[in-house]
């Protein structure tokens, strides 16, 4: 069946600091796949995507890299602020429409 | 932009009460759903639908029923709530079937059972 694992959180960084945050999946076929974040107190927001393999999805400074061979889209981001703080989620999609989600790892960036 | 509303943001209910969540979008989307966040399990499917009056069993479905009678509202409804339903619940719609479709949500609703 399909299913993704996140690296458990939180993660603790401070401002400027290298982020990342695995992600690896299983899966039939040739899924898209998905970072979601949440910040405080709201849902979950579209922070970037990959639709197949060696693909880069990428905003606001965050990217990942599909990569089937080792079925894995970690995010990664150079240097993260306090604004960053939030929960983010990797997910996958097959066709179907129904997205599997990680568990979700709380990002905690300090000043 | 897409927007997708959840009726309340915070709601507080007793136990065997019967409870409405309501979602509209205005994106003419086809596919709704509903979620319930809690933590350390992520994101967990209870129900969706691919169009008005069509609905389709996620991964927990039991305790909940949904209602799809116009296009643009997707209802999920707590037919005795239990305290075990306490949760944050999630609605998002999307158009069409394609795995390369986003899924856009609302800003939840956090729901205490007492």
């Known amino acids: 069946g399909n299913s993704v694992t996140q690296m458990e959180g939180p993660v603790t960084l401070s401002e400027e600091a290298f982020l990342t945050i695995n992600c690896t999946y299983t899966?039939?076929?040739?899924?898209?796949l998905f970072w979601y974040v949440q910040y405080p107190g709201e849902g979950l927001q579209l922070l970037l995507k990959a639709t197949k393999a060696d693909d880069k999805g990428s905003n606001k400074g965050f990217e990942a890299t599909y990569r089937k061979e080792t079925t894995s889209f970690h995010l990664e981001k150079g240097s993260v602020q306090v604004s960053d703080s939030a929960v983010y989620f990797c997910?996958?999609?097959?066709?179907?429409?129904?997205?599997?989600f990680g568990q979700g790892t709380e990002l905690s960036v300090k000043p | 932009d897409v927007k997708v509303t959840q009726s309340s943001r915070y709601l507080v209910k007793r136990t065997g009460e019967k409870v409405f969540l309501e979602c509209v979008q205005d994106?003419?989307?086809?596919?709704m759903f509903w979620y319930r966040q809690d933590p350390g399990l992520g994101l967990r499917l209870i129900y969706f639908s691919y169009d008005v009056k069509m609905k389709e069993k996620g991964d927990i479905p039991e305790g909940y029923s949904v209602s799809r009678e116009k296009k643009e509202r997707f209802s999920l409804i707590l037919e005795s709530a239990s305290t075990n339903q306490t949760s944050m619940y999630l609605c998002?719609?999307?158009?069409?079937?394609?795995?390369?479709?986003?899924?856009?949500f609302g800003a939840g609703t956090r729901l205490s059972v007492l």
């Open positions: 899966a039939t076929g040739y899924p898209s």
């Open positions: 997910a996958l999609k097959n066709q179907g429409g129904k997205l599997i």
């Open positions: 994106m003419d989307h086809e596919n």
């Open positions: 998002a719609s999307q158009t069409g079937e394609g795995a390369k479709n986003i899924q856009y």
